[in-house]
């Protein structure tokens, strides 16, 4: 649903505390798709939720080299780190 910009006022928390136990976590897809979703979510919600905003950025940069060292695709790395790239500039 946080990929079709749905709920994101109660998802969005709940994500946070789950990538925050595992960035990778999987979703419906692939191990770090919730990721990708969470980066990749309306960015107007973004804007009005600040701390929330920071906490996504901070888990992101925290987790940097798991996330870089990570057996999966090259497109996939490729993807979260180009959304993080847009994302963190939101606020």
């Given at each position: 649903m946080i990929g079709q910009n749905i709920g994101l006022k109660y998802?969005?928390?709940?994500?946070?505390?789950?990538?925050?136990?595992n960035i990778l976590a999987e979703g419906d897809y692939y191990e770090g798709d919730l990721l990708n979703s969470?980066?990749?979510s309306n960015q107007e919600f973004w804007i009005a939720e600040k701390k929330n905003h920071q906490t996504v950025c901070?888990?992101?940069k925290k987790?940097?080299?798991i996330l870089k060292d990570f057996d999966t695709t090259w497109e996939i790395k490729k993807r979260w780190f180009e959304l993080f790239k847009y994302f963190e500039?939101?606020?």
């Open positions: 998802l969005i928390p709940i994500a946070i505390e789950i990538l925050s136990e969470v980066l990749a901070d888990l992101f987790n940097e080299s500039i939101i606020n």
